[in-house]
């Protein structure tokens, strides 16, 4: 039998369940379908329970920089079984908890994966759902690397559930996941390696800051290898062999566990997307200004699913998943802004960015002067013993507006959201610098960065 609903929405992350829960509350019919358990990549196995295996790496990088500055940490370590405990204590009760909320909002939920069967209808399991809208919030999962041995690799998911950590860990790429990881495992004890293929990690983040933040790693043991592509992977008796390539020279590394820290690629492949008529890229469903799929107008996408212009961040999923409702309930009128999104990468210290990279306003012809600054010396990085902090700010020439900022240092990401807001509502640098912050703290530096 087909079930009819006004709008069925596949996934059950920030996207998904703003837009499903909006839809819901204008009086709708909606369903909505995942195949994992439900709340998606942030409650369950992204940043929610990230953060709590960084907040212990922070404690214990705090006691071990202020060791004769009038601390003695002696015997701190990280109990690796007890903290999975308590990070269980955030995610475990996640999926009945959601399971129970659409139920409460009267929102029909199916566990399953899901399949386009035609332009508007959607199979899942024995039930067929066919709708005037569907929406596409399925989020992302590692990229395929194509190279022999990939499946002996640990991805993130799998990383977030260790009983045990191993000792001897090597993280195949150099991003995100990679570098937060890798400082949490060095932390517990692991001996970590990062080998990234590219002259530089990290990305989407200012360059001369992601050096610094490459000495911090290497300073607490981390051995980063650049220009190294990983080329093989293989067992041997207990442990893998990671075979590797650097330039002309090839190298091996042994290791307990290979990570997959190589990027991540919209989860859409097993939709059947082509027998509902709907384009994709790589990037993901290819989408108009209002998050609409270009070729099939019953379809809307947001969040990692979508090729829209949006960070692949919870936050902007979930003001994409406004921007849905929006505009399936009152027609296409709205569309998402993503001036001044924040992003972070929560290593210790964190390096947070917001705005444009020096490279990218140069590539646009704008004129500015880009405020860069080693900041170990300043008061706030010397009261916690913090070796490696910095910042870089872009302030146009003529109207002073702050068109990007980059931090690394102590509270990093709390600081970048009052860039974020300069930049969102056009403040100026001298706004920034007449404001009266708290003094000393984190924020007071700002008066000093533009």
């Not at 790589?282 to 949006?310: C, H, I, M, T, W």
């Amino acid at each position: 039998m087909i079930k009819t609903f006004d709008l069925v929405a596949i996934g059950t992350g920030s996207a998904a369940a703003t837009a499903a829960s909006r839809c819901r509350n204008a009086g709708w019919e909606v369903a909505i379908i995942d195949s994992r358990p439900f709340g998606g990549t942030c409650a369950l196995r992204g940043c929610d329970p990230k953060k709590v295996l960084v907040g212990a790496a922070e404690i214990i990088d705090w006691a071990n920089r202020m060791k004769g500055k009038g601390i003695t940490a002696k015997g701190i370590e990280i109990d690796w079984q007890a903290l999975m405990r308590f990070k269980r204590t955030f995610t475990d009760p996640v999926p009945e908890r959601k399971d129970q909320g659409f139920a409460k909002a009267g929102i029909a939920a199916f566990h399953g994966q899901a399949r386009f069967v035609d332009r508007n209808t959607v199979k899942v399991g024995n039930d067929t759902l066919t709708a005037e809208h569907v929406l596409i919030a399925t989020g992302a999962h590692p990229v395929k690397l194509g190279i022999p041995g990939e499946g002996y690799l640990t991805i993130s998911d799998q990383f977030l559930e260790l009983e045990k950590l191993p000792q001897r860990i090597v993280f195949v790429g150099g991003g995100y996941i990679s570098f937060e990881f890798a400082h949490v495992a060095a932390r517990a004890g692991a001996e970590v390696r990062i080998l990234h293929r590219g002259p530089c990690p990290l990305a989407g983040f200012d360059p001369d800051l992601v050096d610094q933040l490459v000495q911090a790693t290497q300073a607490i043991g981390i051995d980063v290898q650049l220009k190294t592509a990983v080329e093989a992977i293989e067992k041997d008796s207990n442990h893998l062999i990671v075979h590797a390539s650097k330039e002309t020279t090839k190298q091996t590394f042994q290791a307990d566990m290979v990570v997959h820290g190589a990027g991540r690629v919209p989860e859409i492949e097993d939709l059947d997307l082509e027998t509902a008529g709907i384009e994709y890229t790589k990037r993901g469903v290819s989408v108009n200004e209002y998050l609409q799929s270009v070729s099939n107008p019953g379809v809307y996408a947001a969040g990692d699913a979508a090729a829209s212009g949006g960070l692949p961040l919870t936050p902007v999923a979930s003001m994409e998943g406004r921007v849905v409702a929006a505009n399936v309930l009152e027609g296409n009128h709205h569309k998402p802004d993503y001036t001044g999104v924040p992003t972070v990468v929560f290593t210790v210290p964190p390096l947070a960015s917001v705005g444009l990279q020096e490279a990218t306003a140069r590539t646009q012809g704008l004129k500015f002067k880009a405020n860069h600054g080693d900041t170990s010396g300043w008061y706030d990085s010397r009261r916690v013993g913090l070796k490696h902090s910095g910042f870089k700010v872009l302030i146009e020439e003529g109207s002073n507006r702050i068109l990007g900022a980059h931090l690394l240092g102590l509270h990093a990401e709390e600081v970048i959201n009052l860039f974020a807001v300069a930049i969102r509502f056009g403040l100026h640098a001298q706004d920034l610098k007449e404001m009266r912050y708290t003094y000393p703290s984190s924020a007071d530096n700002m008066s000093y960065m533009v």
